[in-house]
C-alpha cells in the first residue's frame, strides 16, 4: 500500500482486501508517510463499499479494525455522498475534520443524514 501511494497509484481502482487494516497499523506503527494517504483510501473505500467492504461482515469488522479517525472520515463521505454532495474530488477537509475530533466529525455525519432523511434526500 506505501508503494503505491508513494507511486500516486492508491486510488480507487485499488481494491481494499481482507488484511489491510493490518497492513494500514504496521505502517503507522512504523510513523510511515504514507499512512494519511492509506487513511485516506479505506475510508474511502469503506464508505462506498468498494473491494473487500462490499459485505457487511467486513464493513462491522472495520469498526474494531480501523481506528477512530478514519472510521468518522467515511461515515462523513457516506453522508455526504447521501445529500447528492460530490464525494469524488478534493475533500481534504474531511480528512482534517475527521483526525481532530472524529467524534464531532461522526455527529456531523449522523446531523446530515438525518438533515437529508427529513428533506427526503437520501438515496
Not at 2 to 28: C, I, Y
Not at 44 to 71: E, I, Q, S
Not at 97 to 113: C, E, F, H, I, S
Request: proline share 3%; aromatic share 4%.
Amino acid at each position: 500500500m506505501a508503494a503505491l501511494a508513494g507511486a500516486g497509484r492508491l486510488d480507487r481502482t485499488v481494491a481494499s482486501r481482507a488484511g489491510d487494516e493490518a497492513a494500514r497499523e504496521l505502517l503507522a506503527d512504523r510513523d510511515d508517510y504514507y499512512t494519511g494517504a492509506v487513511d485516506d483510501w479505506l475510508a474511502h473505500a469503506l464508505a462506498a463499499h468498494h473491494g473487500h467492504y462490499a459485505g457487511a461482515d467486513a464493513r462491522m469488522a472495520a469498526a474494531t479494525l480501523l481506528p477512530p479517525a478514519v472510521r468518522a472520515r467515511a461515515a462523513l463521505l457516506t453522508a455526504l455522498a447521501r445529500t447528492g454532495a460530490p464525494v469524488d474530488g478534493d475533500l481534504e477537509f474531511v480528512g482534517r475534520l475527521a483526525q481532530a475530533d472524529p467524534r464531532a466529525t461522526t455527529a456531523l455525519a449522523a446531523w446530515l443524514d438525518n438533515a437529508a432523511a427529513v428533506k427526503g434526500g437520501t438515496a
